[in-house]
């Protein structure tokens, strides 16, 4: 049987291999798409990574709960809390972006959501490493 540590390991790194992706490649890309095609470019983005993000953002509910009630070691909360940095950059910052960005092409905009992703992705590999110690 899995324990939480190691659940929460999975869905960590899962999480933080899908951030990287997404900082490193899908939102440099996003952010070159000309604005006369922003719109097409935004929506099919918006639909292709919306059923990922559940299932990822899913399965770190899921694992975090899980390590919450098995009583979570110092690394856990660490991994946790970096998490809760994630969430919370991207339900403030992100989230937002994306929802203005669905209305017309901003270059502000865009940039701000890159930014706020590279948050997200040093945040998504601080909770993998936490959670690595929590798992060891």
Do not use: C, K, N
Not at 19 to 29: I, M, N, S
Not at 35 to 57: D, E, F, K, N
């Amino acid at each position: 049987m899995m324990s939480s540590e190691v659940a929460l390991l999975t869905a960590t790194a899962a999480h933080a291999g899908f951030q990287v992706t997404v900082t490193v490649l899908v939102y440099p890309a996003l952010a070159r798409v000309p604005a006369g095609q922003w719109a097409a470019a935004h929506l099919a983005h918006s639909r292709a990574i919306t059923p990922l993000v559940v299932v990822v953002y899913g399965a770190l509910v899921v694992t975090g709960g899980w390590s919450l009630l098995s009583g979570p070691d110092g690394w856990t909360i660490v991994a946790l809390a970096t998490l809760a940095v994630a969430a919370l950059v991207t339900a403030v910052v992100a989230a937002p972006a994306h929802g203005r960005l669905g209305d017309a092409h901003d270059r502000a905009i865009v940039q701000r959501l890159v930014r706020a992703d590279r948050v997200r992705a040093a945040a998504a590999a601080l909770a993998v490493a936490a959670a690595a110690l929590a798992a060891w």
